[in-house]
């Protein structure tokens, strides 16, 4: 049984894109969620589940709360039926610990953010709790398990280390860009722990030489904060915001000059194989699991020089046979990542528990 919490809070988001993806992967019979409200975007890509959706036209600062509180009833109705042999929580709210009884929990720890460069003690308050309650906890990678037993005292034996997947296309082939001009792709969110304003530093530099290059960036549209810094950097004019859906984004990859990830810490770092599969080189920062997940893939910066993030984009682009080294060897590591593969992984824990 998956509790609703993250498909009522996240419209996009790589957490909810790996419960999405999961259930996705594991056998229909196997799953059951309690979210009835969800403006998912995964979720309905997948047609992953019935539910319904909430004002989704018309998106509103705590919109996703609503929807929680909303869903939440029935969660502990369903709960309470004790009808499941495992539950697995999506988020950390601590409101399902009384209503699963003594059935066996798994929660999935994704990174150390709230303790650290995005704090908030409500969130790490709620974290403790499950994770003492969780018979098991699923780490989304080894650099994450590190974290989770030095800062939560948890014991290394239960944590089970499973990464996450990706879908690999059939047949792969390039389609038409979505726009006339080159571009370097930014994924997702643009908060603090991101490095999003280095990099527009370090861009600003580099678009000094290129001055027909711009940057796509997706999720939400621009704060005022950031077209005032893209305004200052005389750059307002080569940032664009592109809300794609899941089927653009993969085109906003094939066509990118590259992927680029300058976050300061990440807890996998999903993006990394969605611009690997759909044949886009990637520069990271050498930063938290980057190196773990990528290996030797990828272009690395060091995240706190913009200097050094303007080289390294620079190299890429002018070394159109590293380049294409990248292309291949990220072909070669993306093909140990699978969602059947994370599914099966899953399963094993759940049955561990029974």
């Known amino acids: 049984m998956f509790d609703h919490q993250l498909f009522s809070y996240q419209r996009f988001g790589g957490a909810s894109k790996y419960f999405a993806m999961l259930l996705n992967a594991l056998p229909k019979e196997v799953w059951e969620t309690t979210t009835i409200f969800s403006n998912n975007e995964y979720v309905n890509y997948l047609n992953l589940f019935p539910h319904k959706s909430f004002c989704k036209r018309f998106y509103f600062r705590g919109q996703g709360r609503i929807m929680n509180e909303l869903n939440k009833p029935y969660s502990i109705y369903r709960l309470r039926k ?4 495992v539950f697995h929580q999506t988020h950390f709210e601590t409101y399902c610990l009384k209503s699963i009884g003594n059935k066996p929990m798994v929660t999935t720890f994704h990174d150390v953010n709230f303790s650290t460069l995005n704090p908030n003690e409500r969130i790490v308050k709620y974290q403790k709790k499950s994770l003492e309650r ?16 030095r800062m939560f005292n948890v014991p290394e034996d239960k944590v089970a280390v499973i990464y996450h997947g990706i879908i690999h296309p059939k047949t792969f082939y390039k389609e038409k860009s979505l726009v006339d001009y080159p571009y370097i792709l930014y994924v997702g969110t643009r908060s603090h722990h991101k490095n999003f ?3 527009v530093h370090a861009f600003a530099m580099l678009g000094k030489e290129y001055s027909d290059i711009k940057v796509i960036c997706t999720f939400k549209p621009f704060t005022i904060q950031e077209i005032e ?13 592109f809300m794609a859906d899941e089927n653009e984004i993969n085109v906003l990859y094939q066509n990118a000059l590259f992927f ?10 999903m993006p990394i194989l969605e611009a690997m599969v759909n044949h886009c080189p990637v520069v990271l920062s050498d930063a938290s699991c980057f190196p773990e997940i990528a290996q030797d893939a ?26 294409e080294a990248m292309i291949v060897k990220g072909g070669e590591r993306v093909k140990e ?3 059947e593969k994370c599914a099966a992984q899953h399963l094993e824990v759940y049955r561990s528990l029974l």
């Open 298 to 323: 990828a272009l690395y910066f060091d995240p706190l020089q913009e200097e050094d993030i303007c080289l390294k984009m620079k190299y890429m682009l002018e070394d159109s046979t590293f380049r």
């Open 197 to 199: 304003e280095r990099f």
């Open 134 to 149: 969780a018979d098991k906890i699923i780490a989304i990678s080894n650099n994450t398990k590190k974290d989770l037993v």
């Open 337 to 339: 990542f699978s969602w």
């Open 260 to 269: 680029i990830f300058p976050s300061l810490y990440e807890g996998f770092g």
């Open 229 to 241: 810094l893209f305004r200052k950097l005389h750059v307002e004019e080569r940032f664009v915001h």
């Open 82 to 85: 004790q009808d499941y042999d």
